[in-house]
């Protein structure tokens, strides 16, 4: 008898699960046992065509997946929670999200993006946030560099991070700590030979060549990231073109005199009226960050992210996603941005009001959008050279690189028309 009711519970069990039509892999700050893996799981999924919804603000911007034994199967594999849901059940969340009072809704994935990293050779993962968060979640990505920017490959992709770069040839400012080391000799060598290879007399011509190209991808219509010093490194190039403003260390000629009043801020992505950082031996470009500002102590950095409404501004809410409002400060070259050279055209994503800085910042260029992230990685305070990679499977629901994963999903989005 017993064995015969068993057979019939097993026999029910398996009628609900053929009936399931969907995955839930939830957001949340209880459920998830890996929020950066879910990323990769849901970028997959994309890619191999099934039916995939962005659930914004639903249980930390859960994602909803048409089911499959073999999307089951990968989650299991990459230790990523999910939840089967039968077609009663994914109304009545749907049905949720739909609901005029509810700040929710349900946007649908439908193209993977191609993603490119701009990233030198011999570079370690861990060397950038967003390389080592996609080989973590294990979402494809090609490395490309100077060569491949300015012989137009940009165009094969969608989405372009931008490394810890210095686009105004003063590489990286690390003349004052470090121009005896054997590693910054080297690099600046092989940056003047590439230039030279290239067709350029200065480093600093190169790289504004391929800050203009990069420009050109997002006034066409592509999505840029950047991180750190690529963020104020990159206006900075594009405000001074035709302006030299880099010292005989760096160019073998001085500045141009009087560089400051050059600066054409209408060049600028995001930022304005800023003022040059001229020492050479200052590890700074200019006053747009807030490293040597803030004065915050390392147990209370934190910046806060925006609420906005899903339904009528699904972007920044998609960019803002995430399963706390609260997110840890991290420092870098380019800690964060003062709020008052900031471009009033652009949304301020994060930020720590009580220190007038802003974290986390998004606009539109053209065709295409830019998202600048302050400071190098989430999960290690105050990355210098040298240290130890960071190991994100001791961070598998990292808030701060939740963002980075945001990022490359959004350009995934089912385009909506206007609301009027």
Request: net charge negative; proline share 4%; hydrophobic share 35%.
């Amino acid at each position: 008898m017993f064995r015969t009711r068993l057979l019939i519970f097993v026999f029910l069990l398996s009628g609900f699960v053929a009936k399931a039509s969907f995955i839930l892999v939830p957001m949340d700050d209880t459920t998830q046992q890996n929020h950066l893996k879910a990323y990769g799981i849901t970028y997959w999924a994309i890619d191999k065509q099934y039916k995939v919804n962005w659930l914004l603000n639903y249980r930390g911007g859960s994602f909803l997946i048409s089911d499959a034994a073999e999307i089951r199967r990968e989650c299991q594999i990459r230790g990523v929670s999910f939840e089967i849901l039968s077609d009663g059940q994914t109304q009545t969340i749907l049905n949720e999200i739909a609901s005029p009072s509810q700040n929710m809704e349900s946007v649908a994935l439908e193209k993977a993006p191609k993603v490119a990293v701009y990233t030198p050779s011999g570079k370690m993962p861990w060397d950038d946030a967003v390389t080592l968060v996609l080989t973590y979640a294990e979402i494809p990505f090609t490395k490309i560099y100077d060569t491949e920017v300015l012989s137009d490959q940009l165009l094969l992709y969608d989405w372009l991070h931008l490394h810890h770069e210095d686009f105004t040839g003063q590489y990286g400012k690390f003349f004052g700590a470090y121009r005896h080391a054997p590693w910054y000799i080297e690099q600046k060598r092989a940056a003047e030979e590439a230039a030279t290879t290239m067709g350029y007399n200065k480093v600093s011509n190169q790289k504004l060549a391929v800050a203009k190209k990069i420009r050109d991808f997002v006034v066409g219509g592509g999505f840029l990231f950047a991180m750190c010093s690529a963020t104020d490194s990159f206006d900075i190039a594009l405000s001074a073109e035709g302006v030299d403003i880099c010292e005989p260390m760096f160019d073998g000629d001085p500045s141009e005199a009087n560089y400051q009043s050059k600066i054409d801020y209408k060049q600028t992505f995001a930022f304005k009226d800023y003022i040059l950082e001229r020492r050479p031996e200052k590890y700074e470009f200019s006053d747009i960050d807030m490293t040597e500002k803030r004065k915050i102590p390392m147990d209370k950095d934190y910046f806060s992210l925006m609420e906005f409404s899903a339904k009528w501004d699904p972007v920044p809410s998609m960019l803002c996603q995430n399963h706390t409002q609260l997110v840890k400060g991290f420092m870098g070259q380019t800690t964060s941005f003062d709020r008052n050279l900031i471009k009033s055209n652009i949304l301020v994503l994060g930020d720590n009001q009580i220190n007038g800085e802003a974290r986390y910042i998004h606009g539109q260029k053209g065709k295409g959008m830019f998202t600048f992230y302050g400071g190098h990685d989430p999960e290690d305070y105050q990355h210098r050279v040298g240290d130890e990679p960071t190991l994100l499977d001791l961070h598998p629901n990292s808030p701060g690189y939740r963002l980075i994963l945001n990022n490359i999903l959004f350009p995934a989005a089912k385009k909506k028309k206007q609301k009027t």
